[in-house]
């Protein structure tokens, strides 16, 4: 899979080189304000696999949910949102933005989260997971990611 993607100007371009491990639809209220929305698309996928092509993201650091820091990428231009890195999820990965890809519709969520703050006129698909905070990925992922997890965890982080 090579999906690409970019921010809303076109100074900042992406390129994914691999499929996501998991994709969550968030319903946190960080998540909401971040997003403007009612829940953000976020593609959980190691940072190896995501290609700059063009443009640097800024970053600014916010208080996780969790209390561990979350650090959310934009362009400097425009301010779109493209990815973020939170410090409490195991391994070293990113959260890529689906919104922000060439064809949001490649992917969809596999499990919605913090459905506790979900907007109450939104009626989530039947039979897809759903939990009212975090759930457990043993439950959830597939083992190809599970085995990908793995393994993204024992690589020390390149930064
Ligand atoms: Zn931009
Ligand atoms: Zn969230």
């Not at 409490?88 to 060439?102: I, S, Y």
């Not at 039947?126 to 085995?147: L, N």
Request: aromatic share 10%.
């Amino acid at each position: 899979m090579h999906l690409e993607g970019g921010c809303a100007c076109g100074a900042l371009r992406y390129r994914l080189n691999a499929a996501p491990m998991i994709v969550h639809a968030c319903h946190c209220r960080d998540c909401q304000r971040l997003t403007g929305s009612a829940f953000v698309i976020n593609l959980w996928i190691e940072r190896e696999f995501v290609e700059a092509l063009r443009g640097v993201a800024k970053s600014c650091q916010l208080a996780g949910g969790t209390g561990q820091g979350h650090d959310v990428y934009f362009c400097g231009k425009c301010g779109t949102y493209l990815w973020s890195r939170y410090h409490g999820a195991p391994g070293d990965a990113l959260f890529v933005r689906a919104g922000t890809l060439d064809d949001p519709k490649a992917v969809r969520p596999d499990v919605h989260i913090f459905t506790r703050s979900k907007l109450p006129w939104l009626d989530l698909p039947k039979g897809v997971p759903a939990s009212r905070s975090f759930y457990k990925i043993q439950k959830v992922w597939s083992a190809d990611s599970r085995e990908r997890l793995r393994r993204n965890m024992s690589e020390k982080p390149g930064r």
